[in-house]
C-alpha cells in the first residue's frame, strides 16, 4: 500500500528480520517479543524512500480479535498520514483474514490518540483500571468491519 501526497511516497508493509535494529530500538518491547510478532506479521512498518518512519504492532485478544497493540509514528513524520497508512493497510490485512472487528486502546488522559482512533472508525467500548502499575484507566475502542 503506498500513500501519495505532497510529493512524498509512504509505503507498509510487513516487518522483516532486516527491520528488527530499528523496531528494538522504536518499541518498547523485548527481542523474544518483537522476533515472535516479526514472525508472525504482527508488525506492519511505514518507510520512506527506504527509510522506516512508523510501525503498527498488533496481536490477538482472546485468541481471535485483532488487537492494535501500538502504533508510533517518529515526531517528524507525524500528522502526514504515517499513522492512517498504517492502520489502512493493517484494516485491509484482517478483513483478508475475516475478522469481523477490530479492537484498540489509549490512556483515557490522552485526548489526540483518542480522537485518531475515532477519526478512524473505532468507537468507545469501556474501561479499565490497573491501580498501580498504570494511573491513568484504559479506554477501550472496537471497529466493525464491513462485508
Known amino acids: 500500500m503506498v500513500l501519495k501526497g505532497a510529493a512524498k511516497m509512504i509505503e507498509a508493509k510487513h516487518a522483516t528480520e532486516s527491520d528488527l535494529d530499528w523496531l528494538l530500538q522504536e518499541d518498547e518491547v523485548t ?10 506479521n504482527e508488525y506492519i512498518v511505514a518507510f520512506k524512500n527506504g527509510t522506516p518512519i512508523g510501525f503498527l504492532r498488533y496481536s490477538l485478544f482472546w485468541s481471535s480479535i485483532p488487537y492494535m497493540d501500538m502504533i ?8 502526514q498520514g504515517v499513522g492512517s497508512t498504517l492502520f489502512d493497510f493493517w484494516q485491509q490485512k484482517m478483513r483478508q483474514k475475516n475478522h469481523k472487528l477490530l479492537m484498540t486502546s489509549s490512556e483515557s488522559d490522552e485526548p489526540d490518540p483518542q480522537a485518531w482512533h475515532i477519526r478512524n472508525g473505532f468507537t468507545k467500548s469501556g474501561e479499565l483500571t490497573f491501580g498501580q502499575l498504570q494511573i491513568a484507566s484504559e479506554t477501550f475502542f472496537v471497529k466493525e468491519l464491513a462485508e
Open 31 to 40: 527481542q523474544a517479543w518483537a522476533e515472535r510478532c516479526i514472525k508472525y
Open 72 to 79: 508510533r509514528v517518529l515526531p517528524k513524520y507525524q500528522k
